[in-house]
């Protein structure tokens, strides 16, 4: 009976993290075919829009360093997009993972935290290493290293050398 309970576990966890990869590619799909739609209409950036993406580079920057490091709901929903929009594969639940350990750099996160931050349903440890294995690809795409995120026991952290290049990363337009 024992193996029964385990196994239905499994699945379930297996189940949970298949949906989620599912929606994570279907939602990528959608963003790349809406991009495909507005390409020919794509413009330069105007230097107003360049002013005002760098006001908010040195604004998020200021938050960062302000003591109690805590974000404000906008800006934390601002960066989010920002990070999903830089980094497709990671999706929402990635954006907030990578979120979580901005806000706390050098420090390890607990796995189930970070599940919780990204409102994940799974308690599976391997829902979030999916996550992190996305983050850290898209890390590399954009020039990063990986090893920017460290792996602990059922944990991560986000070395705080690597918050000035991600900032740029998302702020960059």
């Known amino acids: 009976?024992?193996?029964?309970?385990?196994?239905?576990?499994?699945?379930?966890?297996?189940?949970?993290?298949?949906?989620?990869?599912?929606?994570?590619?279907?939602?990528?799909?959608?963003?790349?075919?809406?991009?495909?739609?507005k390409r020919p209409l794509e413009v330069q950036p105007s230097e107003d829009v360049l002013a005002n993406i760098r006001n908010i580079a040195t604004a998020f920057e200021e938050q960062l360093t302000h003591p109690d490091r805590k974000f404000s709901e906008c800006w934390r929903d601002l960066v989010k997009t920002r990070i999903h929009h830089r980094i497709h594969r990671a999706g929402r639940p990635g954006a907030a993972i990578l979120l979580r350990m901005i806000e706390e750099p050098d420090v390890f996160v607990d796995q189930k935290?970070?599940?919780?931050?990204?409102?994940?349903?799974?308690?599976?440890?391997?829902?979030?290493?999916?996550?992190?294995?996305?983050?850290?690809?898209?890390?590399?795409?954009?020039?990063?290293?990986?090893?920017?995120?460290?792996?602990?026991?059922?944990?991560?952290?986000?070395?705080?050398?690597?918050?000035?290049?991600?900032?740029?990363?998302?702020?960059?337009?």
Request: aromatic fraction near 2%; include cysteine.
């Open 113 to 173: 935290v970070l599940a919780s931050s990204a409102g994940v349903a799974s308690k599976s440890p391997n829902v979030i290493k999916v996550y992190v294995c996305h983050l850290r690809n898209g890390l590399e795409d954009h020039g990063l290293p990986a090893d920017l995120i460290e792996t602990g026991t059922r944990s991560y952290r986000l070395r705080a050398h690597a918050i000035p290049k991600i900032m740029e990363l998302v702020t960059r337009p």
């Open 1 to 37: 009976m024992h193996q029964i309970k385990q196994l239905v576990r499994v699945a379930a966890d297996a189940l949970t993290l298949a949906q989620t990869l599912l929606a994570d590619r279907i939602e990528q799909e959608k963003t790349a075919a809406r991009q495909r739609r």
